[in-house]
Nanobody, 127 residues
Framework: QVQLVESGGGLVQAGGSLRLSCAVS????????MGWFRQAPGKEREFVAA????????YYLDSVKGRFTISRDNAKNTVYLQMNSLKPEDTAVYYC????????????????????WGQGTQVTVSS
């Protein structure tokens, strides 16, 4: 059984930083891309960032480029999202997701490509 457990959310002032972590169990972590999505109240879930299975390529939502960094530690079966210069519009529930495409290194990461999801962690940025 594949499980994703997120941690690291919280309340932070605008301009601050948070690091989200997602520990994965139940599959060969290093064979698959990983992603982060978010959902704000009243809005649809949106892609935030993805990282290829090897960690060699990362992809980002335009509005977070230069502020967020996705990384992974395949020895620890964990993916991270470092969020700097946070803005109130970053407020959302953040979800970790595991792609189902083995050894995929492309640039397309629709929600349907992710077969496993974490429970979500709340990030609130105050102005």
């Amino acid at each position: 059984q594949v499980q994703l457990v997120e941690s690291g959310g919280g309340l932070v002032q605008a301009g601050g930083s948070l690091r989200l972590s997602c520990a994965v169990s139940g599959r060969t972590f290093s064979n698959y891309p990983m992603g982060w999505f978010r959902q704000a109240p009243g809005k649809e879930r949106e892609f935030v960032a993805a990282i290829t299975y090897s960690g060699g390529r990362m992809y980002y939502l335009d509005s977070v480029k230069g502020r967020f960094t996705i990384s992974r530690d395949n020895a620890k079966n964990t993916v991270y999202l470092q969020m700097n210069s946070l803005k109130p519009e970053d407020t959302a529930v953040y979800y970790c997701a595991a792609d189902v495409r083995t050894y995929y290194s492309g640039s397309s990461y629709p929600p349907g490509a992710f077969g496993f999801w974490g429970q979500g962690t709340q990030v609130t940025v105050s102005s």
